[in-house]
């Protein structure tokens, strides 16, 4: 009787790879795609803590909205909301760009006549960019040239300053129109 004797050469097999080709080929663009598209920015500020006090308050018992309108055709609309009542207040571009010294003093005015309100419901269109929402935000946030807003604190009665204006900025229409 004779052994049969096996080769090296007859162990070798082809290795099928294509299935895990196929997937890699869909799964890995997928994930690079849902990577790429979903971002979120947060900017970190932090308040003092009477003001961050007097926002807490504020947002629980507000009577006063104030809304912010940003296209860049019209500009800048304020929509104040006091009482049931809306007073508008427009800030028209400067030719093709944006007017931000025009917004920081109707936002000073409007933050003079209702020094308790530190949010901001701001509705931009879908033209405006992140980089210009950024800037307009910073305009808005403190007041003019080291001026100070001055409200009661209601805790204690005391008179505070603040050169914050509207450091709580909400988007009013963060799917679109």
Partial sequence: MR????????ATFDLNLAPILDIIVAIVPLLLLS?????????????????????QRANEKSETTVGLKVSK???????VMK???VTPMTVAN???VWDL??????AFTI???NPEVFRVDMSPEADVNLDELVSIMDKIRRTPDTQKIAF??????????TELMFPNILFANVIGD
């Fill in 3 to 10: 052994l049969k004797r096996t080769r090296a050469g007859d």
């Fill in 35 to 55: 990577v790429a598209f979903v971002q979120v920015k947060m900017i970190d500020t932090s308040v003092p803590q009477v003001v961050a006090e007097a926002m």
């Fill in 73 to 79: 055709k019209k500009g800048f609309v304020f929509e």
């Fill in 83 to 85: 009482n049931g009542k």
């Fill in 94 to 96: 400067k030719g093709a």
């Fill in 101 to 106: 010294e025009g917004l920081l003093a109707a």
């Fill in 111 to 113: 933050k003079q006549q």
């Fill in 152 to 161: 009661v604190d209601p805790s204690n009665g005391q008179r505070v300053e």
